[in-house]
């Protein structure tokens, strides 16, 4: 009996696997770009992180997105609001860092840099918008 019940609360555990890394991408309908990073980075992400990494695609131009920018710019170092704010795509790795702008062809660029943040390590990066997330500050909060 006891090995039956051990087998139900590990086939439990199982079930219940909460995403380690929440991506956060906002982007605009129009943006080549987004598109491009949406259509070529994600889908790798999705294969390398499987449910370890939840991503969320925020319309730029709704409402909701707004306020969770907001709130995502007001987590980062540094980050100031000004007349270039909006810029897209901003990709945000909740809890690492966040990032303003993204070509098409950088893809493998952008999954170094988020292998390296998670991995801990110090991001390369060439002439780049970046921030990083204030001590403690995440996005996501728990749920």
Do not use: W
């Amino acid at each position: 009996m006891k090995k039956l019940f051990l087998v139900f609360l590990l086939l439990l555990s199982g079930c219940q696997t909460k995403p380690q890394y929440y991506l956060y991408v906002y982007y605009a309908q129009t943006c080549p770009h987004c598109r491009s990073f949406i259509q070529v980075v994600i889908p790798e992400l999705e294969e390398q992180y499987g449910s370890q990494m939840k991503i969320t695609t925020l319309d730029i131009d709704e409402e909701s997105s707004i306020e969770a920018y907001a709130k995502t710019c007001s987590l980062l170092e540094g980050y100031e609001v000004n007349d270039q704010s909006g810029s897209v795509p901003f990709i945000v790795l909740d809890g690492y860092f966040a990032l303003v702008g993204y070509q098409m062809g950088e893809d493998q660029q952008m999954l170094e840099m988020i292998h390296q943040a998670i991995a801990g390590e110090e991001l390369s990066v060439d002439n780049q918008e970046i921030y990083f997330f204030k001590d403690g500050q995440t996005f996501h909060e728990g749920g």
